[in-house]
T-cell receptor, first 115, second 111 residues
Framework: GAVVSQHPSWVICKSGTSVKIECRSL??????MFWYRQFPKQSLMLMAT?????????EQGVEKDKFLINHASLTLSTLTVTSAHPEDSSFYIC???????????FGPGTRLTVT | LAKTTQPISMDSYEGQEVNITCSHN???????ITWYQQFPSQGPRFIIQ???TKVTNEVASLFIPADRKSSTLSLPRVSLSDTAVYYC????????????FGAGTTVTVRA
């Protein structure tokens, strides 16, 4: 399957600061990228879907001004958590798909801890 | 969007077959069913995907009855390394994506 990377794999930041997480598809063109959040022992919760060159579509209840998503190219999407607070601490996972593709290729995840 | 329901956990022993059933009573006509495996602190890994009847690959089989209101992931001859959380995902693409992950089934394989 296709390879998706995330950077960083883990990050610790202070409350009130912003953190950027990168998601890259290494060997295919990802028309669509997804961002998920996962709390301990819970399922993946879809936060937003982004198409290359377009604004992201956010799921209900996800603050778009807090979780900024940019999908500037077919291989890179970024998630910026602005003014992070301890309750934003979670495991953030991205995935990528080709145009209309049903198979998502997941990244390894980023562990965010806000102190 | 179809709500998915999976058992919370299942125990098995090495060499046995494990079958995990996901219920999705309100599945739509163009929804696909996908199963993923996830280890702690890792992203999910694709296992298998199907629309109807039976699909088999080198690691698993997926059984989907004619009414498509459920699907069963079958893992043949599990080993200790198959201990993980398994997620059922029902989703479709019709201009945009509609996705619904199940709560996950923790499979524990014992020696």
């Amino acid at each position: 399957g296709a390879v998706v990377s995330q950077h960083p794999s883990w990050v610790i930041c202070k409350s009130g600061t912003s953190v950027k997480i990168e998601c890259r598809s290494l060997d295919f063109q990802a028309t669509t990228m997804f961002w998920y959040r996962q709390f301990p022992k819970q399922s993946l919760m879809l936060m937003a879907t982004s198409n290359e060159g377009s604004k992201a579509t956010y799921e209900q209840g996800v603050e778009k001004d807090k979780f900024l998503i940019n999908h500037a190219s077919l291989t890179l999407s970024t998630l910026t958590v602005t003014s992070a607070h301890p309750e934003d601490s979670s495991f953030y996972i991205c995935s990528a798909a080709g145009t209309g593709g049903y198979e998502q290729y997941f990244g390894p995840g980023t562990r965010l801890t806000v102190t | 969007l179809a709500k998915t329901t999976q058992p919370i956990s299942m125990d098995s022993y090495e060499g046995q077959e494990v079958n995990i059933t996901c219920s999705h009573n309100n599945i739509a006509t163009n929804d696909y069913i996908t199963w993923y495996q996830q280890f702690p602190s890792q992203g999910p890994r694709f296992i298998i995907q199907g629309y109807k009847t039976k699909v088999t690959n080198e690691v698993a089989s997926l059984f989907i009855p004619a009414d498509r209101k459920s699907s069963t992931l079958s893992l043949p001859r599990v080993s200790l390394s198959d201990t993980a959380v398994y997620y059922c995902l029902v989703g479709r693409y019709s201009g945009d994506y509609k996705l619904s992950f199940g709560a996950g089934t923790t499979v524990t394989v014992r020696a």
